[in-house]
């Protein structure tokens, strides 16, 4: 592909990733895949290329673009190489028309700003979008992080989860046969400190109410073999990932598909029953968009407001599955302040008699009720994470 083309090219991904960003389609990464499957002309460097342009139009947009061709213009304005390529040669854009001006560029949604916990300062917002690293959790139940360090080219240990190694950006291990033998799984650092927030003990009882495919479930199964484990979502096409997961790494985790509105009915005979409830809630996904930075594209005041009314239903039916002297442990990988402090003040304010406890690990900051770990300050994704003990 010419310099041109591959720009013509970004152009064309970064409409799917504007019309699927509407219409909750998928997120960039498969559109670039989908892209270049039908494309078998495109060589690595040209794929790599196009990608890196992407994700530069992505990453300078803070709001979303009108156009793939106003995204690139963007970058263009920034970049006079990128500005030149505009030639409008046979595969390459059009030439730039008189007047036509790029995106602008802002690193966040200019709705958001007010938004977010004021621990998310302006400084910290350039690291919301850099590029994260690789972690993974290694499987303790089978093999010791000491021993797999050696396993991975570039690793290192994360410095506050005991489970994780850390890899460069961009580190290609997906066919290391160290992930069909089940003794490593990919998991941000910070994922891996909210099943550390569960302080899971041996023979517990752990309830995973929004499971999904189970990153969590399977990290407290790790940590602790001989707990009772139920993992719960509603969703059962990632439900299902869960079971082949499970085999690989040697867990054994009870599923339930729940139906929404029904769940306080479905789990009934938990009432009082449970050690720990892990709340590990639908959000803005705002802690996490270095990895999917269009996720800021997706993100709507009305979406928010409805994903906030979720949090709190999901807490309020958590509540009561708790055991006196248990434990609810609420998470959300958000930066928002409503998803976040404003959520468990709300929650100690309906359930007064319940106390905080502060989590079992180093990082994050104080924020109301819970810790915030983001990325510039623990170099992990942004979480916010409470845990809540209901008095015997
Ligand atoms: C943040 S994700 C969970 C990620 C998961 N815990 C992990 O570590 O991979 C939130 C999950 O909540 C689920 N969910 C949404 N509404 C729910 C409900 N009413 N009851 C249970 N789970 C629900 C979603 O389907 C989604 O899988």
């Known amino acids: 592909m010419t310099p041109s083309a591959r720009v013509q090219a970004a152009i064309e991904i970064l409409d799917e ?36 342009l992407v994700y530069r139009a992505i990453r300078r947009s803070g709001d979303m673009p009108e156009t793939g061709r106003a995204a690139m213009l963007g970058v263009a ?62 499987n303790i139940a089978r093999r010791s992080r000491e021993a797999m360090v ?11 989860s005991p489970w994780g190694l850390r890899l460069p950006a961009d580190s290609r291990v997906d066919n290391h046969p160290a992930f069909a033998q089940g003794l490593v799984e990919v998991q941000d650092e910070g994922s891996q400190l909210i099943a550390l927030a569960c302080k899971p003990e041996r023979g517990a009882q752990i309830l995973d109410l929004c499971a999904g495919a189970g990153g969590k479930a399977l990290a407290l199964a790790a940590a602790v073999p001989k707990a009772a484990i139920i993992a719960s979502d509603t969703n059962r096409a990632r439900l299902a990932q869960l079971g082949p997961r499970a085999e690989r790494a040697g867990a054994t985790i009870a599923v339930r598909l729940l139906d929404g509105g029904r769940e306080s009915v479905q789990l009934a005979e938990l009432d009082g029953q449970c050690d720990v409830v ?37 807490l309020d039916i958590a509540a009561p599955l708790v055991k006196p002297g248990g434990a609810l442990v609420y998470a959300t990988c958000s930066l928002i302040a ?30 109301g009720p819970g810790r915030l770990l983001t990325p510039k300050h623990d170099a992990t994704d942004g979480f916010f994470v409470a845990r809540f003990v209901r008095p015997c």
């Open 338 to 367: 409503a998803e976040g402090a404003e959520q468990a003040r709300n929650f100690l304010g309906r359930h007064s008699s319940w106390i905080v406890q502060d989590v079992p690990f180093a990082g994050g900051r104080a924020d």
């Open 17 to 52: 990733v504007i019309a699927s960003a509407r219409d909750d389609g998928p997120p960039a990464d498969a559109i670039v895949q989908r892209y270049f499957k039908a494309r078998r002309y495109a060589g690595s460097k040209d794929r790599r290329a196009v990608r890196e």
């Open 77 to 138: 304005e920034e970049d006079e190489e990128i500005a030149g390529l505009f030639d409008g040669s046979v595969h390459g854009p059009a030439a730039l028309r008189p007047g036509e001006t790029g995106t602008p560029a802002a690193l966040l949604p200019s709705w958001i700003a007010p938004q977010l916990s004021t621990l998310v300062t302006e400084d910290e917002w350039p690291a919301l979008l850099e590029r994260a690293p690789l972690d993974l959790r290694i």
């Open 278 to 314: 892990l709340v590990d809630a639908p959000c803005s996904g705002s802690g996490t968009w270095r990895r999917n930075p269009e996720g800021r594209w997706r993100l709507t005041p009305g979406r928010l407001d409805r994903v906030v009314k979720l949090q709190a239903r999901l």
């Open 150 to 160: 050696a396993e991975f080219e570039g690793a290192g240990p994360t410095w506050l």
